[in-house]
């Protein structure tokens, strides 16, 4: 069963904002070349195991098709050919541990032509497997992305692969990324060490030529840290469709007031503003087997699971432990998700009046104290005795004017993916921002929000997908009552057929009076009479069954 297929309707609903249509496959370049190997193994090795657990799990369409590993030393070793990343932990695993047994010290001879015939080797491998492999037919992009990662200086190990690539054939490369992990003993002294034809200050401060026409190269300098190595890898999971934009922002047009009676054929163009989409988060929802984390709050009963073994009782109520105060501006509001629940004081009937009165009092000194001093509180799903999970679950519990809070859902490290947010100190120019202006001028502002003013044509849509729906059952029903009565039994009459077919037995004769219930006798027959699911599916009667 393909990854599709297991991931369900869930996980295809989620990621419909983006397509994932255009994933490039990944090539990953390892420089294990003493003496700072030593120091970025464990690094490497552990963010490469979190992000393949994270990647192969991933349910919905694939963020990295393929992936193909090398390790550079004093050889060029090819730890892992092109493999599908979704489902396949067991091959990467092993592949991040003989990563791991590679030797941390050795003899210190740079051979910077390894570089350049790794980058060569994967897209000769990447042609090889497109044509040769059943797989190959079912990518929807025609080239790889090449990630270099390095302790050597950055600046000197893309000036090498420049030179080294000018004269090559890099149509297959769609871009080119080279990581430069920062250690401590990265001194500047100890830059040209690297370097087997030293660059000059001059030649560094002059612009790079574009050497590699038709492919992207880009440097990035991160620490030597597991989150900021992950940081570089979960970039891999962004949509990287980039042929058009992915959002059209519709402004009024300037100086032209709103006037719904005007026809649409008269209205000005408004102000059209291209924009793309990124996720901040992975969805909780496409991972597997973790009902546990980061509960959903799409309602009561996704907040409280019952467990298996507690079926025919009440469940015990969830244990939300308070362990941080954070400051209500201090919390960003990228970092939340999911459908809110709102937090009141129970009104359980099983306590007495004191008890309840007192859970009262606090509830409301709770909400008056984090309301003055503009405090929210980060919690934890404590989970339940003998449940065995070991995930952990953060909220946060935000006040409010009225007696309640807000609890949400609160992005975790391992969901979080990277988002880089530029700044700008400068003012945008004065024609452009004058046009904004008036386009939003045209806008009706309202002091508060109602969302009763709003209305999302869904009552009309579910009506008609039921009726749709009604209609196609009857008419199965009809068709298979149809096919029945075109197969008479041998030897018996059509009317014998009859009593044959009746699903409900005849009520004895009786006197009128005496028939208290009749319409009971119905209930016999409910695969044969439609007329009973209107009664269900009436839009008054928001009924259970």
């Given at each position: ?33 003493p ?5 970025t ?7 490469l ?20 590993l ?7 070793e ?29 003899c210190?001879?740079?051979?910077p ?18 044509h ?44 080119l ?18 370097s ?62 709103l ?6 054929s ?11 989409m ?5 969805s909780?929802?496409?991972?597997p ?9 799409e ?10 073994s ?25 970092v939340?998700?999911?459908?809110p ?32 001093r ?13 449940s ?55 806008l009706?502002?309202d ?26 059952g ?66 008054d ?5």
């Amino acid at each position: 069963m393909s990854g599709r297929n297991r991931s369900g309707p869930l996980a295809s609903q989620v990621c419909c904002a983006l397509s994932f249509c255009r994933q490039p496959p990944r090539v990953l370049i390892v420089d294990t070349s003493p003496p700072w190997w030593s120091e970025t193994c464990s690094v490497l090795c552990e963010a490469l195991e979190n992000f393949f657990s994270l990647a192969s799990a991933l349910g919905g369409p694939s963020r990295v098709p393929l992936l193909s590993l090398y390790a550079v030393n004093l050889q060029l070793e090819c730890l892992l050919p092109f493999v599908q990343v979704k489902g396949n932990l067991v091959r990467l695993h092993s592949c991040v541990e003989e990563l791991r047994s590679l030797p941390k010290e050795g003899c210190i001879r740079p051979r910077p032509e390894l570089l350049k015939q790794a980058v060569l080797d994967s897209l000769q491998q990447f042609k090889h497997y497109v044509h040769h492999s059943s797989l190959g037919n079912d990518l929807k992009s025609s080239s790889v992305e090449v990630t270099v990662m390095s302790s050597k200086p950055g600046q000197a190990v893309l000036r090498q692969l420049e030179q080294g690539l000018k004269d090559s054939d890099l149509v297959s490369l769609r871009r080119l990324l080279v990581v430069h992990i920062v250690v401590e003993q990265n001194l500047p002294e100890r830059e040209l060490v690297w370097s087997p034809e030293p660059c000059s200050t001059k030649h560094m401060d002059e612009p790079e030529e574009d050497l590699m026409l038709g492919a992207e190269i880009d440097l990035q300098l991160v620490e030597n840290s597991v989150v900021a190595v992950e940081n570089v890898l979960k970039a891999w999971l962004h949509d990287q469709a980039a042929e058009r934009e992915q959002l059209q922002l519709l402004l009024p047009a300037p100086g032209q007031a709103l006037n719904p009676k005007t026809k649409p054929s008269h209205r000005p163009n408004p102000v059209c503003i291209k924009c793309d989409m990124q996720e901040r988060l992975v969805s909780p929802a496409l991972l597997p087997g973790t009902p546990d984390l980061v509960g959903k709050t799409e309602s009561v009963r996704d907040f409280q699971p019952p467990s298996k073994s507690q079926s025919n009782q009440n469940p015990p109520p969830q244990r939300l432990r308070v362990v941080k105060a954070l400051r209500a501006d201090g919390v960003c509001q990228s970092v939340l998700y999911g459908l809110p629940l709102i937090i009141r004081p129970t009104t359980c009937w099983q306590l007495d009046w004191d008890e309840m009165e007192k859970n009262h009092q606090t509830f409301h000194a709770l909400c008056h104290t984090l309301r003055t001093r503009d405090w929210s509180l980060l919690v934890r799903l404590e989970p339940e005795f003998g449940s065995g999970s070991s995930v952990f679950s953060y909220y946060i519990l935000q006040s409010s004017a009225s007696l309640s809070l807000l609890l949400k859902p609160i992005l975790t490290r391992e969901l979080m993916l990277p988002c880089s947010l530029p700044t700008s100190n400068e003012d945008p120019p004065l024609n452009t921002l004058t046009v904004v202006q008036r386009c939003l001028e045209q806008l009706e502002e309202d002091p508060v929000f109602n969302p009763l003013c709003l209305h999302a044509n869904l009552y009309p849509q579910l009506k008609m997908r039921g009726l749709v729906s009604r209609s196609y059952g009857s008419h199965s029903q009809n068709q298979g009552r149809g096919q029945r009565r075109e197969r008479p039994a041998e030897g018996s009459t059509p009317r014998q057929q009859g009593r044959v077919r009746a699903t409900v037995a005849p009520l004895a004769s009786a006197p009128p009076s005496k028939m208290s219930r009749p319409p009971l006798t119905l209930s016999h027959s409910r695969a044969y009479a439609p007329s009973l699911c209107f009664l269900v599916d009436d839009g008054d009667n928001d009924s259970p069954i």
